[in-house]
């Protein structure tokens, strides 16, 4: 066993303890942090039709060993706690203390997964995805905005009281 595929399985819990720090430092509400692992849940499912989508268009493609029907399902996990419960928190967060920052918070979401994935190309030079096409980087940015932003949209639906 190498130490990709031992780190690759520490990731969710990794995931969820960022979650539990970030819940106990912001001091979250037990309803908004269910609220924020369901809309989270949505975050995961939302990036595996992003990348089943990458897939077929034959954008890009994962490198590394352990996929199940070509996804790494240990990373979905991870990033629909990150990427999803842990946002969202911050955006509840962002929105009830600072609300001049929602702005610049939501421009900044899908400029960083996408700074994420071509840095992260670029720079190792072989990280766990390719991209396949030269163009990649434009579904990729649409794609995390969508990972981030029909999240956020679903989670103002669940948390806004009437």
Known sequence: MDIFTIARFMFPFIGVAIFILF????????????????????????????????????????????????????????????????????????RGHHQNWIVPFLLFLPLYGLGRDYLGTLVAGATFITWDNPYAWIADFFGWMAIFWIPIYVFNRLTTTK
Request: glycine share 8%; no cysteine.
């Open 23 to 94: 819940s106990r430092y912001l001091l979250v509400p037990r309803f908004i942090q269910q609220r924020a692992l369901l809309a989270g849940l949505l975050a995961g499912v939302v990036n595996m039709a992003v990348d089943a989508a990458g897939f077929a268009l034959k954008l890009w493609h994962y490198d590394i060993g352990h996929l199940v029907a070509g996804f790494p399902l240990d990373l979905y996990i991870t990033a629909a706690i990150v990427y999803g419960a842990v946002v969202l928190i911050v955006y509840w967060w962002i």
